[in-house]
């Protein structure tokens, strides 16, 4: 009895520890937790990576599971691992799988505005990846902020059908880990448990991110050395362009985020790690000309805005979908534009010298 009493008390002084990190940003009006890890031997200029959980997850017991700060420590990182609100009684994130208001997407770039104030942030090293739910978030938010991340790394996620009709605003390097046999979330694109079509499968998947990054010619295909008797085949297949993609399928794998070398053959976390600093070390997002700037404000906003030009020219506003959606001429100084007719939703605002802002309307 005394053991067990012992025991308890531990686990219970473990999540207190870890609830007393968790940190508050103030986001739509409420207080949204996050965890910060940094790396013990600190450093300038820190790569960022968020972690983003699975449908139901939660950062304390995943802190305790997946131990942040000894991942901050081993590979150099700076770890953020936000937390999903609840909806439907599930914490998840809006990966526009379900018709939710919730702007996830825009508190988790907010959040990285808010962190590069307060820590030695390299924002030329902005990562996402994620697991499940996460991985659908991951993949959103390397659609929508394909300019600002430089890689992501989604696990048994989809791109769901509603982020497929989007055009990443930029290419992103991009690696994609997937179970052949996960019943969750199916290789295919389906579910056992949920009963319907979630997303595109993972050749779609590829092909999406083949497209985007202007990928060219056939894989080269890696089959990672069996070492362990896991039941599992890891194979790497890897397609050039103006940025990587990277599928890692792991043949016979479930949905299970594969953490211990010593019983899977590979870490995922290796995996990524490995994934994340074999690039340039730089974004490949759009990189606007030095001799070109673009000031708008306010942003986000209701359709009017003040958009500040150095000579007479004209912006284009583009969709995620890559369309053109409307034209303005502009004058040298302040101008005032109004793009109230259009849909709410993230636009690009492109102006004659090719100078790239980011706008969101919001009604």
């Excluded at 997850?57 to 081993?74: G, M, P, V």
Aim: hydrophobic letters at 40%; glycine letters at 8%; one cysteine or more.
């Amino acid at each position: 009895m005394v053991k067990k009493y012992f025991f308890l008390l531990t686990v219970l002084m473990s999540m207190t520890s870890v609830r007393a990190q968790i940190q508050y940003f103030e986001w739509q009006g409420g207080q949204r937790e996050y965890l910060v890890k940094t790396p013990t031997q600190n450093k300038e200029a820190m790569p960022i990576v968020y972690f983003l959980h699975g449908l139901g997850d939660n950062i304390t017991r995943l802190d305790n599971e997946f131990h942040f700060q000894q991942i901050a420590d081993a590979y150099g990182w700076m770890m953020v691992v936000p937390q999903a609100l609840a909806q439907s009684g599930y914490t998840m994130w809006n990966a526009a799988l379900t018709n939710s208001s919730i702007d996830d997407s825009g508190f988790l770039m907010a959040l990285l505005d808010t962190l590069s104030t307060q820590y030695p942030v390299d924002l030329d090293s902005v990562f996402f990846t994620g697991f499940s739910m996460g991985g659908f978030m991951t993949h959103r938010m390397a659609i929508e902020h394909a300019d600002r991340i430089t890689a992501c790394a989604p696990v048994s996620g989809l791109i769901t059908h509603t982020m497929a009709t989007y055009t990443p605003a930029a290419p992103v390097r991009m690696l994609h880990i997937h179970g052949t046999s996960d019943p969750v979330v199916g290789y295919d694109g389906g579910s056992q448990y949920f009963g319907s079509n979630l997303g595109l499968g993972v050749e779609a998947i590829l092909n999406y991110w083949k497209n985007a990054n202007h990928c060219t010619g056939e894989a080269s295909i890696d089959t990672l050395p069996d070492l362990h008797n896991d039941g599992l085949r890891f194979v790497r297949y890897t397609y050039e362009g103006d940025a990587e993609v990277q599928h890692i399928k792991v043949i016979g794998g479930n949905h299970t985020w594969y953490l211990d070398e010593n019983q899977y053959d590979i870490s995922y976390f290796n995996e990524i790690h490995k994934f994340f600093t074999q690039g340039n070390g730089g974004n490949v997002g759009l990189i606007e000309p030095e001799s070109a700037t673009l000031r708008l404000w306010p942003n986000p906003t209701n359709g009017a805005c003040s958009i500040e030009a150095e000579a007479d020219s004209s912006i284009e506003v583009i969709d995620l979908q890559g369309r053109i959606v409307a034209t303005c001429p502009v004058k040298k100084g302040l101008n005032q534009i109004d793009l109230s007719d259009l849909s709410e939703g993230m636009y690009l605002i492109r102006n004659a010298e090719g100078a790239v802002a980011k706008m969101m309307i919001r009604k």
